[in-house]
Each structure stands twice: as C-alpha cells, then as structure tokens.
C-alpha cells in the first residue's frame, strides 16, 4: 500500500512563496512519476507539473510555467512543489499523487495513488 502525505501548505500574500512537499512510502519510489494537481473551490481537479520516475523529466501546466518548480528527493522519498509569485488565481486544495509508471504526464486518470491535500490560500 502506497501513502502519500502531503504538507507545506498555507495562507500567503500576492507575490510570496510555499514549498509544498510530499512524503511517499514504498521502496520503490524511484521508480514511478509523480504528479501535482490542485481543486479550487467548484472547479475540477486540474494538472499542475509533474515529474518522471528516474530521469526526473519535468512537465508544466501554463499557468505554472515559470513560477513553479516541480522536484524530487529519492533518498528521502520526496516530491516538492516549489511555487513563487504566487497570484490569488493558484488558490486551491493542492494533492500529489503517484503513477504506476514512469511517464505520469498530465491526465488524472494516469495516477492512482492521491494524498490527502494541502490548502494553499493566496490573499491579496
């Protein structure tokens, strides 16, 4: 059984920044990518980055490119979510969630492990 735990989560102002970090348990981490996706409040759940298993290749969401930074830590089983300039707009339940593959990629379905969430709150 996969686990994922997410935390970093908060209330910000416009322009500041949160780490969000996911801690996963199994040994095989590595192996399989790893997703950030985020719900705000009557919306679906939408892609944010992702990243693959081993070679670390990265895909963003537009509304992410630039301003958040998707990585991994395989000695600590971790995934992060690095977001700066944060806008009102990025709001929202934020989950990780865990492919039983290396791709991921940005489709939801691909993913079958899902955290329990982190609200991530941008005021202005």
């Known amino acids: 059984q996969v686990q994922l735990v997410e935390s970093g989560g908060g209330l910000v102002q416009v322009g500041g920044s949160l780490r969000l970090s996911c801690a996963a348990s199994?040994?095989?981490?590595?192996?399989?990518?790893m997703g950030w996706f985020r719900q705000a409040p009557g919306k679906e759940r939408d892609f944010v980055a992702s990243?693959?298993?081993?070679?670390?290749?990265?895909n963003y969401a537009d509304s992410a490119k630039g301003r958040f930074t998707i990585s991994r830590d395989f000695a600590k089983n971790t995934v992060y979510l690095q977001m700066n300039s944060l806008k009102p707009e990025d709001t929202a339940v934020y989950y990780c969630?865990?492919?039983?593959?290396?791709?991921?990629?940005?489709?939801?379905?691909?993913?079958?492990?899902w955290g329990q969430g982190t609200q991530v709150t941008v005021s202005s």
């Open positions: 199994g040994r095989t981490f590595g192996s399989y990518a």
């Open positions: 969630a865990r492919a039983p593959n290396i791709y991921g990629g940005s489709d939801s379905s691909n993913y079958d492990y």
């Open positions: 990243i693959t298993g081993r070679g670390g290749r990265t």
